[in-house]
């Protein structure tokens, strides 16, 4: 049978090879991997350029409701556009409780977001918030059975904590039906207390924003929550780790056999608690949570990175807009506990990393994929229909010019934010073509993706 399409000499990286060889499609799925294949319908040559699988997204705030009265600017359109420009080509997303909602209306909720917009493919993690008997017992095991097969807890934020017999029944009910749990791990009493100290004492600048959530807020956290899944007898992963501190418990855990997974993002590689501290609202364009620390931490994620510490990258992009509410005011100064907490980064998380890891001798382009797609889309119940480049899977590719340099500038970027927080960075690398399913989305620069082509993903986690 022909082949629809063929990438014709590139060379293609998975998380396990680098091999120069052609990839034919057929029906928006990997067809062949071949020396030469014959002639498609439509051909694309790929000589000189890296083929890698799309990158997957596994944390990304798309349209969700306001927090704090702010909300993120990106929906599905802009929000997928931004990240197929980036060489993404599924996201998980967040769909997320308000205390008194069931869970199945807030994903009903999230579908209707999605439909006619998304251009790539997207599943959804559960935020549990108020984990009654009834939603642990009849509601969740519903839900992971019809594809939703991860949540997210938090142990800071009003609204969101929740306390450690909370957090054990939650562990236990993704336990025993087959959810992995991902941990926001900062302890929100300390944050409060911290807080309250400083704003007592009239100490609202931004320069006490990691002040009021330090690094050992986010061990003591991270040491807990593995404490909690070891005596539940579970797998957890946690989610944006900032530093040494917290990566120094999970190695511990990891040491000692505990299923601990971990996920750090580009703003604690690329940015610092310096940046927050920026005068005026500059800093709250940088403002994030956990917040990114001193640069002695940086190598330390790096570190992480390479030697298996952590098995995914994310972006964590949460686009609050910088001029909008929380990270701007035409007249008041900014305070540390009132500002919008997030950054956008769903269109650099790829080229950041590919550029300062595989580019810096960091990362080889095999660590690159595993982290920023193969091992995403195993950990959450997408493998091997995403995440890689095999016969069979879906035909879901980057295809990247190597030597490209670019300098970041949100101008030349998708998402709604209007600015992104590595404005000026030069980075030498960047996908000049991305396919979901087949389908050219983006190539030289111009968008030509279909609204509303992206499908939502069932997901199951492998026994
Ligand atoms: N946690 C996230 O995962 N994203 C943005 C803010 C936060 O606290
Ligand atoms: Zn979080
Ligand atoms: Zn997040």
């Known amino acids: 049978m022909q082949l629809d399409l063929v990438i014709r000499g590139g060379t293609v990286v998975t998380a396990g090879d680098s091999v120069v060889c052609d990839v034919g499609i057929r029906d928006g799925r990997v067809a062949a991997l071949a020396d030469r ?49 980036g060489g993404t080509t599924t996201i998980l997303s967040f769909a997320c409780q308000a205390k008194g909602e069931t869970l199945r209306s807030v994903v009903e909720a999230h579908h209707k977001k999605a439909e006619g917009k998304a251009v790539i493919d997207y599943g959804f993690h559960l935020i549990v918030t108020d984990p009654h008997p009834g939603l642990l017992g009849q509601e969740l095991p519903a ?29 236990d009910a993704a336990r025993r039906h087959n959810a992995l749990v991902m941990v926001h791990a900062e302890n929100g009493h300390c944050i409060h207390w911290l807080s309250h100290g400083l704003t007592s004492e009239g100490r609202h600048g931004l320069e006490n924003f990691t002040k009021a959530a330090p690094m050992a807020v986010e061990r003591e956290a991270t040491h807990r929550a593995i404490a909690l899944a070891e005596i539940v007898g579970t797998e957890i992963l946690i989610v944006h780790v900032s530093g040494r501190e917290a990566v120094e418990q999970i ?11 971990a996920e750090t993002c580009p703003q604690y590689l690329f940015t610092t608690e310096n940046d927050i501290a920026r005068p005026g609202w500059e800093g709250a364009k940088f ?24 098995q995914v990258f994310s972006s964590d992009h949460c686009p609050y807009r910088a001029d909008g509410p ?25 080229p950041l990393l590919f550029s300062a890891g595989c580019g810096g001798g960091r990362l080889t382009p095999q660590q690159f994929v595993a982290l920023t797609a193969t091992n995403p889309a195993r950990i959450y119940g997408l493998y091997p229909r995403k995440g890689t480049i095999a016969v069979g899977g879906d035909a ?18 998708h998402d709604a934010a209007g600015y992104t927080p590595y404005e000026g960075m030069r980075v ?15 190539r030289d620069g111009r968008v030509t993706a279909e609204r509303g082509r992206g499908q939502f993903l069932r997901r199951r986690r492998p026994a």
């Open 37 to 85: 294949l014959p002639g498609a319908r439509e051909e694309i040559d790929a000589t000189g350029k890296l083929v890698m699988p799309g990158g997957v997204d596994a944390h990304c705030h798309i349209d969700e409701p306001a927090y704090r009265g702010v909300k993120v600017a990106d929906d599905f359109a802009s929000g997928t556009i931004a990240a197929a420009c």
């Open 143 to 171: 839900l992971i059975e019809d594809g939703y097969c991860s949540l997210k807890i938090f142990m800071t934020y009003d609204g969101y904590m929740l306390e450690d017999r909370q957090i054990l029944e939650t562990l």
């Open 251 to 261: 190695r511990w855990a990891q040491a000692r056999g505990h299923k601990v997974l």
């Open 287 to 310: 403002a994030c949570s956990p917040p990114p620390r001193d640069a002695d931490n940086v190598p330390v994620l790096w570190r992480g990175l390479a030697d298996g510490t952590f």
């Open 326 to 350: 929380g990270k701007s005011h035409p007249t008041e100064a900014p305070r540390f506990d009132h500002i919008a907490v997030g950054v956008p980064g769903i269109e650099t998380r790829l």
């Open 396 to 413: 879901d590719i980057a295809i990247w010019d190597p030597d490209r340099d670019v300098e970041i500038r949100h101008e030349r970027l």
């Open 428 to 442: 030498r690398g960047w996908p000049i073509q991305t396919l979901s399913r087949g389908v050219s989305l983006w």
